[in-house]
Nanobody, 116 residues
Framework: QVQLVESGGGLVQPGGSLRLSCTASGSTFAINVMGWYRQAPGKQRERVALITRDGDTGYTDSVKGRFTISRDNSTNTVFLQMDALKPEDTAVYYC??????????WGQGTQVTVSS
């Protein structure tokens, strides 16, 4: 089992920045990919960014050049630096991990609201 605890959400004006953090505990030796997803009201959950244990990253097109995912394997923490935020980035952001045996675990979610 892996437990995930997220932090860093909040209210920010358009063009502003936020940094999300997610720390894993439990069977962290099994963690392979870590990532962030988001779900806006009335929409399906979508993948925002992923990072492998080796540091390879991937982003959905709408956040490329604005968001940066990183991880600290020594503390089992994944970060999402979000810059140049837009109102359409408003959503609940969820941390996700996939283990080497392809089990998925989710955090509780953190609200990000971009509004003036």
């Amino acid at each position: 089992q892996v437990q995930l605890v997220e932090s860093g959400g909040g209210l920010v004006q358009p063009g502003g920045s936020l940094r999300l953090s997610c720390t894993a505990s439990g069977s962290t030796f099994a963690i392979n990919v870590m990532g962030w997803y988001r779900q806006a009201p009335g929409k399906q959950r979508e993948r925002v960014a992923l990072i492998t244990r080796d540091g390879d990253t991937g982003y959905t097109d709408s956040v490329k050049g604005r968001f940066t995912i990183s991880r600290d394997n020594s503390t089992n923490t994944v970060f999402l630096q979000m810059d140049a935020l837009k109102p359409e980035d408003t959503a609940v952001y969820y941390c996700n991990t996939e283990t080497t045996t392809h089990f998925n675990y989710w955090g509780q979610g953190t609200q990000v609201t971009v509004s003036s």
